[in-house]
């Protein structure tokens, strides 16, 4: 009988050893887990703050960055279309039949209010100016002009300079909702190489874990062997297993290694350099599944009608083609210009040139074929549909991913809480295994087999965890949202 409550004390006490990693196997928690235990100075990384990584520092970002100065300077060069010109032309015969000097010096303003040109001068004319040139002859103080010309058809209500401005502000724009096109689409990548990186970690301390509980084990089952508890198969049976949760640890360790590189990718320091995540900064757990209350299609679509940069790129380019069709269309149409101008001559001379004189300005110019402007006109029009037809493809496009990403984060919200029933029960089945060979019932291969299952059953949650997460990525993106936590929920 003591006999008896010796081998008794003995069992216990090795089970107790054997089971310590799992805290209390008799009363089993409803979701047991296998966590890593994180250093008190490390803050776990954040979500939030790779993407704030990657918005401030990430290459991609910069060269759009530059994309949006190159629009600014487009702009300024469009701008420049209405600077203020001076134009002055000299001429002197010093010797000759006709020996005179001439001088013209003109200020031209053009102006976007439909097309009207300011202008003021000076001309001189003085010597021995031939009678066939005789519009150029002034007094000797020379003649101030100055006038106004206004287009009343052709280049009034759209001109070469307008549209050229027009096209410019909106290509600004555009540069903008280039970068915040390339600001989602990086984003994304990042959310998703995160993910990885936590899975990577979580799945490496899960091996760990099984790990440390067969070496736990195999020092136990050695001292049972010896005793004669146990037959020597089961120790060769441990030995076989701890080799194979030795490897892998290696191929776990491997995968988190890989998944930081990739990482690093955007997850940059202030310089902008790719910097290594640690080990110590992996979160303790993957978010569950939380917060997000409306999954009915139409707050997202509607939401990523007006957020999506590429659907209102687009809508800028249609306005620009509607510019080049104006402009096109407008310049089939005759030129009739009409303006005024008054001028006086200065200083001696005869006298039939200093009264003040008063002109009124007429200018028409009527293409009888116009081939050219048609041409445009044609080509601008047809390029406005190409653009309309690629708009209408896009929104459709849009509206299908969002409900694809709403269709696979139902999925993976139940796929979570499936992989997490299944984990309580591997956890639970690998107990009761346990409890069996502890009383002489099984082997310590079906041991091994119920635990590794477990492992696998709770690395598999972490996983489907992990997508939900990718999905929620995938929804954020598909409706513009360029933030961590921003959405129609």
Known sequence: MRGGQVTLRFLLSCAALVLSPWAAWGDVPKEPRLVATLSVEATPLTLEEVLESVRAHHPKVLVARQGIAQAEGELLAAEGGFDTSWKTRGVATPQGYYEYLRLDSVIEQPTPWWGTRFFAGYRLGVGDIPAYYGEYETLRGGELRAGVEVPLWRDGPIDKRRAELSKARLGREASELSLGSDVLRLQLEAAYAYWDWVVAGRQLAIAEQVLELARV????????????????????????????????????????????????????NAEGQPELAPESRLPESVPRP?????????????????????????????RMADVDVELAANQRAPAIDVGAAVSRDLGRGPSRLQPTEVQALLKLDIPLQARVATGKRDAA??????????WRYTQEQVIAE??????????????????????????????????????????????????QMAASAEASEVQALADYQRALADLRAATGATGAGEGAS
């Open 381 to 390: 029009v047809a390029k406005r549909g190409a653009v309309e037809a690629r």
């Open 217 to 268: 084990r195999t020092r136990q089952i050695a001292l049972r062997v010896e005793r004669g508890d146990l037959p020597p198969l089961e120790q060769t049976e441990n030995e076989r297993s701890l080799r194979a949760r030795e490897a892998d640890t290696v191929s776990a360790r491997r995968k988190l290694e890989k998944a930081t590189l990739k990482l690093s990718l955007y997850f940059r």
């Open 290 to 318: 939380a917060g997000l209350q409306v999954l009915e299609p139409q707050p997202w679509v509607e939401q990523a009608l007006r957020q999506r940069p590429e659907l209102r790129a687009l809508t800028l380019q249609r």
């Open 402 to 451: 969002v409900r694809d990403a709403l269709s696979a984060l139902r999925a993976a919200a139940e796929r979570v809480e499936l992989a997490r029933e299944a984990t309580t029960l591997a956890w639970q089945l690998a107990q009761a295994e346990r409890t069996s060979f502890e009383l002489g019932n099984s082997s310590l291969l079906l041991v091994n087999l119920r635990e």
